[in-house]
């Protein structure tokens, strides 16, 4: 095992699935020269050279395209979006194209592509460049969407991505990639799909994904600490598909759940997992589901107005206090 | 038409309660989909259909118990030619999907008073309506025979909450939160001048499964077994310093500690090992003589008494057996265990140490012929060559049937027993 970041976990699998397999290509903005905007791809260029590491126009739709081509054909590109926020322009070629062409042309052609990009606010960068939309791709038969929190799940998903037959895309998040982890010398590939118990515990069940699964999990640490709560954590690793069989098993076993998203609370991915929740877990709540996400604002550029707006460490707390006293488990 | 009939799911099962009906009528079922959830003697399980159709009619209700071989159920083909053939032979027409039906018609203002006027009794009288309860605390209500309009709920608007139905249902204090396991005691004297009659200061508690098994199970242990107890006090100064040097070393490996309980699991399987005479059973013209050492480690739980048992434990090392018994006893409040995991257990260990019991008796399982019954750690004063000194004392029970066992058999049991305690690196060798 060796600590490692998020970022490294990336360049590191990418690196060594295109020595393995020669099928593996890169495209995207600013990936080959500049070496990525958050470095991923760092000597990736040079290694490998201009024909798998390919800088593209600042044209999203078209360079998407290209790789829904590749795959068709057989290739794996794995294009890197530099932020979820301009995928937009791409939602056509994703939406249309590769999520349908398996179903549409009869199985004839698979799609085994992989988009890298990264969401989150709390960066400062504005509206139009902090969002969490991963809902949108989630929404979408045909894809699959994971969203890793640590750097061992980072490498272990992205393997699996590359080697999985459908387009997948693969959520990152610009504040995790400084984040250390232990991450195994030999990737191990894992199943897409399966959501992990990070915490276990008894009291309460505190649902993540991405940035929020380690905020739940620092939050379960401290209420533990200080407060002799008994938190279990399930981070939620893959959107679509959703493993509801962890979550109705824990929430089962705890009888209340607090779900912390990024993502805006109305129509969220908090919605689908209390939704499910309440299909799988009906007669076992002592509370109403409970989530915690964004404000519904358009981002706020200020500081302080930002910090209000994004859900937190402390909100989180809050929540989860607030359902334990409904079910008399603080008094 | 095909019949959905209560299972037998464990070789002692003669009846059993529908916990909960998984399909609703009209809801296709393939061979392999759970129809519903049984509940046995000692545990919940999934009962999987046999066959392929629909759902047409629910004969028994959830709650309710019935013999095995009991139809519970009629499957027929989705054109209700079933149900109806059913109907001549049942006259139990309720299909669960139509209760809650009812009380989401209820207007809206109604609704609010209702919310207003907090006991449950008012709620009885203004047209039976049930109180507001999560449906955690329904189902727990249900499993525990709990009448949910004698509850006051404490939850946010007066909902009824899981805790408000444990409260209700037991009139002992809330079990602690850390992992307590308890001797199986003997049942109550019956109050028999209070059952049946209307004493408002009596509220009757029907048994559930586990209580009416424990019941049936001690008192037959107690009248058939003649019980003899013997006691050994057992110095466990080094063992307890043992366990701290161990479990240092255990977490600086990351791995789990180890309990003072799960040392004396260990030592009783090693002490079995070498005393095979205690590891029997009587069975009436003979005796059975166990080849292997299950250990049943008794756990209180919120519904009763279970006891999972640790297979193989003398071959299992103290780590093992302190996972091992971690994830029974965890599986054991939440009644997951499976029905072999609380069976064909040679010998039990029932530990209330955590209470501050000194020391106590405790009744033997049957067919087992000995149960240990582990009392708490105290400092006592002792004298060692003539000195007063300080010294940390356990005293355990050997509850033993004596129609297998004779007193200096267990004596020496014993005696093997404390020899291993008092000098515990031999626990683990």
Not at chain 1, 84 to 109: E, P, R, T, W
Not at chain 2, 154 to 162: A, E, F, L, Q, V
Not at chain 2, 329 to 335: D, F, G, L, N, T
């Amino acid at each position: 095992m060796a600590v490692i970041t998020y970022r490294q976990a990336l360049h590191d699998t990418l690196r060594e699935e295109m020595l393995v397999d020669e099928d593996v290509f890169l495209i995207g903005e600013e990936i080959g020269v500049f070496e990525g905007s958050y470095k991923i791809t760092a000597g990736l260029l040079d290694e490998f050279g201009e024909k798998r590491v390919r800088d593209t126009p600042i044209a999203e739709e078209g360079f998407v395209g290209a790789a829904v081509g590749a795959a068709m054909l057989g290739l794996r590109p794995v294009a890197e979006l530099m932020t979820i926020n301009f995928s937009l322009i791409a939602l056509d070629q994703i939406v249309n194209h590769a999520a349908k062409i398996y179903g549409m042309f009869g199985g004839q052609c698979s799609v085994p592509m992989v988009m890298r990009t990264p969401g989150g606010g709390g960066q400062q960068l504005g509206a139009t460049h902090s969002q969490n939309i991963e809902l949108y791709y989630a929404f979408v038969p045909g894809l699959k969407v994971v969203a890793p929190s640590t750097p061992a799940d980072a490498r272990s998903l992205l393997l699996a991505s590359i080697r999985d037959n459908d387009p997948v895309l693969f959520l990152e998040n610009l504040s995790l990639y400084n984040t250390k982890g232990e991450v195994p010398e030999q990737a191990e590939q894992v199943e897409i799909g399966k959501a992990a118990v990070t915490r276990p515990g008894s009291d309460v069940t505190i649902i993540g994904y991405s940035r929020m699964a380690t905020v739940a999990q620092q939050v379960a640490e401290k209420l533990a600490d200080e407060e002799g709560i008994s938190a279990e954590v399930v981070d939620l690793r893959s959107l679509r598909p959703l493993d509801r069989d962890t979550l109705v098993q824990s929430v089962r076993k705890t009888g209340c759940a607090v779900i912390a998203e990024d993502d805006w609370l109305t129509y969220g991915i908090g919605a689908e997992v209390a939704a499910s929740l309440s299909d799988g877990a009906f007669d076992y709540l002592d509370v109403p589901v409970r989530r915690v996400a964004a404000a519904e604002v358009p981002l706020p550029y200020a500081k302080p107005l930002e910090r209000a707006a994004l859900p937190s460490a402390d909100s989180l707390t809050t929540a989860v206090r607030e359902t334990l006293d409904a079910v008399g488990r603080r008094r | 038409m095909t019949e959905i009939q209560m299972p037998r799911l464990s070789d002692t099962m003669e009846e059993g309660v529908i916990a909960a009906w998984r399909k609703q009528v009209g809801d296709t079922i393939s061979r392999g989909d759970v129809v519903a959830d049984i509940e046995t003697d000692k545990a919940i399980m999934e009962l999987e259909s046999y066959d392929d159709g629909v759902l047409e009619k629910v004969l028994i209700g959830e709650g309710e118990t019935v013999p095995i071989g009991t139809p519970i159920g009629l499957m027929g083909d989705g054109s209700g030619a079933a149900a109806e053939a059913g109907a001549q032979t049942s006259a139990q027409p309720t299909a669960p999907a139509e209760q809650p039906a009812a009380s989401t018609e209820q207007p809206a203002a109604e609704q609010e008073s209702a919310r207003e006027s907090a006991p449950a009794v008012e709620q009885q009288e203004d047209g039976g309506r049930r109180p507001k309860s999560s449906p955690l605390a329904r189902a727990v209500a249900k499993e525990q025979g709990v009448d949910l309009s004698t509850v006051t709920g404490t939850g946010p608007g007066g909902r009824i909450i899981r805790a408000d139905i444990e409260a209700a249902a037991s009139v002992a204090p809330a079990e602690p939160a850390e992992q307590a396991t308890a001797a199986p005691e003997t049942p109550a004297p019956a109050v028999s001048e209070a059952v049946g009659t209307s004493n408002e200061d009596v509220e009757e508690i029907p048994l559930n499964n586990i209580r009416k098994v424990t019941a049936k199970r001690l008192t037959e242990s107690k009248q058939q077994a003649p019980h003899i107890y013997l006691t050994s006090a057992i110095d466990v100064t080094d063992l307890v310093a043992f366990r701290a040097d161990l479990n240092e070393r255990l977490q600086a490996a990351g791995g789990p500690k180890v309990s003072v309980n799960d040392l004396v699991v260990k030592a009783v399987a090693t002490a079995l090992r070498a005393n095979p005479s205690v590891n029997v059973s009587f069975d009436g013209d003979k005796l059975l003589q166990h080849k292997r050492i299950h250990l049943g480690v008794a756990v209180a739980t919120d519904s009763g008494l279970m006891v999972p048992v640790v297979a193989d434990a003398d071959r299992k090392s103290v780590s093992e057996i302190a996972a091992d018994g971690r994830d029974k006893a965890e599986r054991a409040r939440e009644r997951k265990l499976k029905p072999d995991e609380m069976t064909g257990s040679t010998f039990s260990v029932s530990n209330l140490g955590m209470f501050g019991i000194e020391e106590f008796t405790a009744v033997i399982n049957p067919p087992e012929a000995g149960i240990l019954a582990v009392g708490a750690t105290r400092d006592e004063v002792q004298v060692r060559d003539g000195e007063f000194v300080a010294r940390k004392m356990l005293r355990v029970t050997l509850s033993a049937d004596h129609r297998a066992v004779d007193g200096a058999v267990g004596a020496q049991f014993l005696q093997q027993l404390t020899s291993l305690l008092e000098d515990p690196l031999r626990i683990i060798a």
